[in-house]
C-alpha cells in the first residue's frame, strides 16, 4: 500500500478520534512529512480530515468515501481470501469482474485468492434482468462479489435478494422486503436491485463462478427511512454484505 493508503486504513479505523501525525508516522514507518503531504492529498479527494497542532488528524464522522482500506476496516480480507477493488466510476461492476476472468484466482502462496469484490461509486452502464439499465448515480453502492462455484450450493445464491434484504434489515433497523428475487424495497420505494450470473463450462455443464451483484441507492434510503447513524458508512454496509453473503452462501462460518 502506499503511504496515501495506509494513512487512510488508520483514520477509518479511528474515525471520529484524533492521531497523532507522530503516531501515524510510527506505524506507517513513515516520516511526519509524508504523513502530512498524504493527508493533504486526501483533503483533495474529498476527505473531511481535521488537523489540529498537538492533537493529530481525524476524520470526521460524517465523512463517508468508500474505499480498499475503508471496508477492509470491517472485514479480514486476507482471512477471507478476498482481493477488493474500487472504482470511481465504471461502466458496470458485473462487466469488470468478467473482465478479470479466466486469471482471476491464481494462488500465490499464502496470499492466495478464492474471491473477488468490485465496487463502484457510480455505474454508466449499471445492468438489470432482461437487459434493463440501472440507474447507477453516485450517493449508492454499487457492488459485485464474484466466487468460485465449487461448495457454493446454486439455490442459495438465487436467494441473495432475500439474504441482502435481510441484512439491510438488520443495519438499518427497518423492514426491508425483496420481490422477484431481484428488487430490494424500503417502505414502499425500490432502494435497490440484484442481477447474479453464473458462468458455466458448456461441455462439463457446469457452473464455475458465480457473480453476485447488488445495486444499493443508499443515499435514497438514508432519505426515505430519515436514518442518521453516521457509524453506518457504505464502507461498513459493503463488508457487512459481503460477510452476510458469503456466510449464507456457506463459504465461511
Do not use: C
Amino acid at each position: 500500500m502506499s503511504t496515501k493508503e495506509m494513512v487512510v486504513y488508520e483514520l477509518e479505523k479511528n474515525k471520529g478520534s484524533f492521531v497523532s501525525g507522530e503516531k501515524l508516522a510510527e506505524t506507517l514507518s513513515v516520516s511526519r512529512n509524508a504523513v502530512w503531504k498524504a493527508v493533504s492529498e486526501l483533503r483533495k479527494k474529498g476527505y473531511n480530515i481535521v488537523s489540529v497542532q498537538n492533537k493529530g488528524h481525524m476524520l470526521k464522522p460524517e465523512s463517508d468515501i468508500i474505499s480498499v482500506q475503508g471496508i477492509e476496516g470491517f472485514l479480514d480480507s486476507k482471512k477471507l481470501k478476498l482481493e477488493i477493488h474500487v472504482y470511481d466510476k465504471i461502466s458496470s461492476t458485473n462487466s469488470e469482474a468478467k473482465r478479470f476472468l479466466p486469471g482471476a484466482f491464481i494462488t500465490h502462496g499464502d496470499d492466495s485468492v478464492d474471491r473477488m469484490l468490485f465496487v463502484a461509486k457510480k455505474q454508466t452502464s449499471g445492468r438489470g434482468h432482461e437487459d434493463t439499465v440501472f440507474e447507477s448515480p453516485e450517493g449508492g453502492i454499487y457492488m459485485s462479489l464474484m466466487l468460485k462455484a465449487d461448495g457454493v450450493d446454486r439455490e442459495r445464491v438465487l436467494r441473495t435478494a432475500g439474504i441482502t434484504a435481510g441484512i439491510l434489515s438488520k443495519l438499518f433497523s427497518i423492514e426491508v422486503t425483496n420481490s422477484d428475487n431481484r428488487s430490494i424495497n424500503a417502505v414502499g420505494e425500490k432502494v435497490g436491485g440484484i442481477f447474479t450470473e453464473a458462468l458455466a463450462d458448456v461441455e462439463m455443464r457446469k457452473a464455475l463462478y458465480y457473480i453476485v451483484g447488488i445495486g444499493f441507492r443508499y443515499d435514497m434510503m438514508k432519505k426515505i427511512t430519515d436514518f442518521d447513524d453516521l457509524s453506518l458508512s457504505k464502507n461498513r454496509i459493503i463488508a457487512e454484505l459481503v460477510k452476510g453473503l458469503l456466510a449464507e452462501f456457506g463459504v465461511i462460518e
